[in-house]
């Protein structure tokens, strides 16, 4: 029996029990995860690691002596299968059960497979975990073409660092432009064109018939019937939520696991973070969505720190965001969806220019590329949702801190 068992040994759940332990809780923790790994940064597998400009040990998010100084006991490799609120105990992929006093679920998500045929084929891969990512490493010096399928973040990233380490690569997106479920147009066109002009083959609006091969991928058929060649392909089409256990043991939740704004899920004592938790986000006109980002895993895993220790404050973080292609830097601030408008602050030709979303004239969200000051002060104005004019906040020459009244 545990005072606390984690489940999920990733962003939210390392955040979870450091956070417990800086406020000072003294029970027992136990972090069980079933990748091998002590908890590490995904960010950097499709990014730095994938180009191996980082090694593995430096994406740790914590020292290893670090869980052994705060006595957070590590189950690592091990699976939870089940759950049983009545009894207060989680089922292991072996049958052992373990009692907790309180749960806290926080296990992402797993990559969203191909259904189409050749999607078993050895050399496609998703990009979710050190494994997957040691995979591709490892098949990489013999192949020369890539086809990657879906233009999200983890595609387009995937796809700067191979196009980057000489790889002919395609990108496949079945919507008419890329990152068109996390940002508006402007963007979308300015980072098709970078891929563009780096040799990348961005292809829009197709969809994939099927993957080719025998044994091993030689390429990827489309709808057309036209056919692709690739040694390799990379398949970037979001994740499952990993909440199956708990929506057996009766939580609410569709595509995720509902939770309240102190992170509670509809069982008692258990509470759910990060990529799998389904929650009313202030800066989604308190929609019910799962955000995918470090700031809400761990934003999140503080929230349910300060529950456990009896200083329970709703959640209401600012999202935030980044990701980097080439030489550019994005970070974005707020929740674009569903604006209705979009600035384009400064000259995308300069490379360094700055996005602002407004939504019935507030502003709601920003991409910024190379401008981390608009970033850092573009965050009040999300903040406040404030009104500020268009004409405005296209003026560059003013800074975003000086609009705020
Ligand atoms: P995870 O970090 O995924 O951890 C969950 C862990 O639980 C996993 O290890 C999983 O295997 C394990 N698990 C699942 N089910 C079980 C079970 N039943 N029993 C035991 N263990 C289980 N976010 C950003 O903000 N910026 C970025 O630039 C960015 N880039 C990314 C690039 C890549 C390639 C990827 C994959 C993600 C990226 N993200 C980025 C998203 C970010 O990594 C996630 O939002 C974050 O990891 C979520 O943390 P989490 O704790 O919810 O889940």
Known sequence: HFDVIIVGA???????????????????????????????????????????????????????????????????????????PGARAIVLADGTPLGYGQLVWATGGHARRMTC??????????????????????????????????GGYIGLEAAAVLSKLGKAVTVLEAQ????????????????????????????????????????????????????LAADLVIVGIGIVPAVQPLLAAGAEGVNGVAVDAECRTSLQDIFAIGDCALHANAYADDLPIRLESVQNATDMATTVAKVITGAAEPYDAVPWFWSNQYDIRLQTIGISAGHDAEVVRGDPATRSFSIVYLKQGRVVALDCLNATRDYVQGKALVVARATIAPEQLADHATPLKEMLA
């Open 10 to 84: 990733g962003h939210g759940g390392a955040q979870a029990a450091a956070a417990l332990r800086q406020r000072g809780f003294a029970g027992t923790i136990a972090m069980i995860g079933e990748e091998p790994e002590l908890p590490y940064e995904r960010p950097p597998l499709s990014k730095e690691y994938l180009a191996r400009d980082k090694p593995f040990e430096r994406l740790l998010i914590r020292q290893p002596a670090f869980w052994t100084e705060k006595n957070v006991t590590m189950r690592l490799g091990e699976r939870v299968e089940a759950v049983d």
């Open 176 to 227: 008419d432009r890329v990152l068109a479920r996390v940002a508006g147009p402007a963007l979308s066109q300015f980072i098709e064109a970078e891929h563009r002009a780096h040799g990348v083959d961005v292809r829009l609006g197709v969809v994939v018939d099927c993957v080719l091969g025998e044994a091993h991928v030689t390429g990827v058929r489309l709808a057309g019937g036209e056919e």
């Open 117 to 150: 045929d050749g999607a078993d084929l050895v050399g496609l891969h998703s990009v979710r975990s050190r494994a997957d990512v040691d995979r591709i490493m490892a098949e990489l010096p013999s192949v020369t073409k890539v086809v990657v399928i879906g």
